[in-house]
């Protein structure tokens, strides 16, 4: 973790879908955090899969990779590593800056 | 124009349904939540919309179960199944299965949306207005009606100068790959042609894990084809994305290329045009080499006539520039100037014109790396060498450099 803000640009015209893409993923934390303390890998892997399909088509790469590495997580049922990456998530949905062009 | 979205992501829904109705402002789009709704039955009024855009994963179903089940209705309109990335034999069962196209959901964009839906809903007076739209009916059709015993095509998803290329399946177990058809006025070229079948027999030649496989060839309905191996990891260009790599990472891709360029040069074979897009990716990160259109058997060197300049500008050697007859060591030159993009995430020469680009490497030193990347200064300078005699003479000596220097075995 750094004390950088992560700048994401994101085109002008998503400018209104993208609070609510952000309050989704704010959303999924928590729900990522449920999953993990009930073990259900199922779920996670399904929220990571619809991380990393979602992520990209809105700029926010990181979401993606983030997702593609919960899929694969949840896949191989690796609590330590999911743990690292649901904190790796907030930590980065709470630096997050959109610049909007 | 009435579009039906399925896709268990609220976010996804709404921003296909923004780029829809952006494109098409009079366009009615309908979002269905998977995870609140079920399947549609029978009642379900399908002939009242254009098109279907259907996820894969749905939550709470699968998209192929439901694509299946969409099909046996006779008013069900086109599909556009959405597949993850890597994910082709998902795509390949979904085109078997009756979608009409499909699109990997990472790779999403507005333009492809956008062309995809054209593409499927526009009709043959539309698509006649635009000379693009029209060509690429025109390899959708092609597609169709070319018939390779065996394999099924399923869906055009490149086109060069001269050929198009379609994802395809091998019957019996969905294997994704990939057919490359001589486009008809290049098949109506003797050089064209006589080039296009070279490709096969020279990748044939060559038994190698970092040359695209090749499962078969021929002529249907007067064009010639080619069915390759499919790349779930893309090429080095979508990899790159315009930046640079991690140094690591670049050098462990680079080290691939000189173990497939070894290979190929061990076959007596140049490639001629080596490029990013020209380096696919595996599923496993493996590399390797395809499109051997102008790649040449040494021995037939003295066949390319003197003068006759083949190759990409950005990546040519400065001897090809000049239209010298060329041996090994323009490979090494082409794969020095893609280490430096993997390095530098910028192109070595850029210019107006590609004569202006091809220029350079005749007579413009090549920049030099960032403070931070001067210990890969010295092997990019001996491979971009624009004596060829001072350059590393094979893929060989470039390998014992990586291992003497950077410890690469």
């Known amino acids: ?101 | 124009m009435r579009i039906l979205i399925i896709d268990d992501d609220e976010n996804l829904r709404s921003l296909l349904a923004h780029y829809i109705r952006q494109e098409w402002p009079k366009a009615e789009v309908e979002e269905f939540d998977p995870l609140v709704r079920d399947m549609p039955d029978e009642q379900f009024p399908f002939g009242d919309y254009e098109l279907i855009i259907l996820d894969y994963m749905l939550g709470r179903g699968d998209g192929l179960e439901w694509l299946h089940e969409f099909r046996k209705r006779s008013d069900c309109p086109p599909v556009l199944f959405l597949t993850g990335a890597g994910n082709e034999i998902i795509a390949v069962r979904a085109m078997k299965a009756g979608a009409s196209d499909y699109q990997r959901k990472q790779e999403l964009t507005r333009e492809r949306l956008i062309t995809s839906i054209r593409d499927l809903t526009l009709d043959a007076a539309e698509r006649t207005l635009s000379p693009e739209l029209a060509a690429r009916m025109e390899g959708h059709m092609l597609g169709e009606r070319v018939r390779i015993p065996g394999f099924r095509i399923l869906r055009l998803i490149g086109e060069g100068g001269m050929s198009r290329v379609y994802l395809a399946s091998r019957e019996g177990d969905d294997e994704p790959l990939v057919v490359k058809i001589l486009r008809s006025e290049a098949t109506a070229d003797k050089n064209a042609l006589a080039r296009f079948m070279e490709e096969y027999a020279l990748i044939e030649r060559i038994k190698s894990r970092h040359v695209a496989r090749i499962h078969g060839h021929g002529v249907s309905e007067g064009h010639a084809y080619l069915v390759m191996e499919f790349f779930d990891g893309g090429d080095l260009n979508k990899r790159l994305g315009g930046k640079a790599s991690p140094p690591h990472e670049a050098l462990r891709i680079f080290r691939e290329l000189m173990f497939a360029l070894g290979d190929i040069h061990e076959c007596g074979i140049l490639h001629r045009d080596l490029k990013p897009q020209n380096l696919m990716f595996r599923a496993d990160g493996s590399l390797a080499i395809v499109d051997f259109g102008i790649a040449k058997h040494v021995d037939a060197i003295d066949r390319t006539g003197y003068g006759e300049i083949v190759g990409t500008p950005r990546y040519m050697s400065p001897e090809q520039v000049r239209g010298m007859a060329l041996d090994l060591r323009t490979d090494i030159y082409s794969s020095g100037v893609l280490l430096y993009q993997m390095l530098a995430g910028r192109h070595l020469f850029d210019g107006e014109t590609a004569v202006e680009v091809a220029l350079q490497h005749l007579n413009k030193p090549a920049p030099g790396l960032v403070e931070e990347l001067a210990q890969y200064q010295r092997l990019l300078d001996k491979l971009l060498e624009k004596d060829r005699d001072a350059r590393f003479r094979n893929a060989d000596e470039v390998i014992g450099f990586l291992a003497r220097k950077f410890q690469q075995t």
């Open chain 1, 1 to 101: 973790m750094t004390d950088s803000v992560y700048t994401v640009v994101v085109e002008k015209d998503l400018e209104d879908l993208v609070p609510a893409f952000m309050t989704n993923r704010r959303k999924e934390v928590e729900t990522l955090r449920a999953a993990l303390e009930a073990r259900d890998f199922e779920q996670l892997r399904q929220l990571g899969h619809r991380m990393k399909g979602v992520g990209n088509s809105y700029g926010f790469s990181k979401v993606s990779e983030l997702g593609k590495s919960i899929e694969d997580g949840a896949r191989d049922e690796d609590r330590v590593t999911l743990e690292a990456l649901i904190v790796d998530y907030a930590d980065y949905l709470g630096r997050v800056k959109v610049v909007y062009e």
